[in-house]
């Protein structure tokens, strides 16, 4: 079976602006299970291990923002992708601190790719009606945010890869605070 685990955070914006039960909806009406959540308040440590700076990302991270400005017609002064991976890096990690933030883990069949699709994509302006992002944060911006000089305020986090969700899952919480328990569409699984 591919059931899965997988990271979510709503982040202080969504938090702030009262999210947190249509969030928590959406995960569980298409059938995904919360097996563990709590709120948090990030401090620098937590934030900095979970906003981890490596090549990958940071040449990521510089690849997708110069590609949309560049195509927005916008220029993108940055040459050097770890100089921007620090800057972008040091922006999720103020944000992440800025407020508390509601941690879950989700699990279920395909919960990784499930989680993705429903998020939207990183920057809310580009996630289609019908996603997280898209419904609530819509008007958000790479644009908005780089002339703000902070991070995209995108009200979510779900893990990528199975690896991330492993890394991220153990930086947020404790093996006992992870349950099981059954739900009646788990027999269909």
Same mark, same amino acid.
């Given at each position: 079976m591919v059931k899965e685990k997988s990271l979510i /955070?709503?982040?202080?914006?969504?938090?702030?602006? $009262? *999210?947190?039960g249509k969030i928590v909806?959406?995960? =569980?009406?298409? $059938? *995904?299970?919360?097996?563990? %959540? !709590? %709120?948090?308040?990030?401090?620098?440590k937590l934030a900095g291990d979970h906003y981890k700076l490596d090549e990958t990302w940071a040449k990521n991270v510089y690849e997708k923002t110069k590609k949309a400005r560049l195509e927005q017609g916008d220029e993108f002064p940055f040459k050097d992708h770890m100089e +921007? $991976? !620090?800057?972008i890096q040091s922006w999720n990690i103020n944000f992440l601190r800025e407020g508390p933030v509601v941690a879950m883990v989700i699990e279920g069949p395909h919960a990784i790719e499930i989680l993705r699709k429903i998020v939207g994509t990183t920057e809310p302006r580009q996630?289609?009606?019908g996603t997280i992002r898209g419904d609530f944060a819509m008007i958000e911006s790479y644009a908005l945010a780089n002339d703000k000089q902070?991070?995209?305020? #995108? /009200?979510?986090?779900a893990s990528d890869s !199975? =690896? #991330?969700?492993?890394? @991220?899952?153990? /930086?947020w919480f404790a093996? #006992? =605070?992870?349950?099981? +328990?059954? !739900? @009646?569409?788990?027999?269909? +699984?």
């Amino acid at each position: 079976m591919v059931k899965e685990k997988s990271l979510i /955070l709503i982040k202080h914006d969504g938090v702030a602006r $009262g *999210l947190i039960g249509k969030i928590v909806s959406r995960i =569980e009406d298409i $059938g *995904l299970k919360i097996i563990a %959540m !709590k %709120m948090v308040w990030a401090d620098e440590k937590l934030a900095g291990d979970h906003y981890k700076l490596d090549e990958t990302w940071a040449k990521n991270v510089y690849e997708k923002t110069k590609k949309a400005r560049l195509e927005q017609g916008d220029e993108f002064p940055f040459k050097d992708h770890m100089e +921007y $991976g !620090k800057m972008i890096q040091s922006w999720n990690i103020n944000f992440l601190r800025e407020g508390p933030v509601v941690a879950m883990v989700i699990e279920g069949p395909h919960a990784i790719e499930i989680l993705r699709k429903i998020v939207g994509t990183t920057e809310p302006r580009q996630s289609p009606p019908g996603t997280i992002r898209g419904d609530f944060a819509m008007i958000e911006s790479y644009a908005l945010a780089n002339d703000k000089q902070r991070v995209t305020r #995108n /009200l979510i986090h779900a893990s990528d890869s !199975k =690896e #991330n969700a492993e890394h @991220e899952i153990a /930086l947020w919480f404790a093996e #006992n =605070e992870l349950h099981s +328990y059954s !739900k @009646e569409l788990d027999k269909h +699984y």
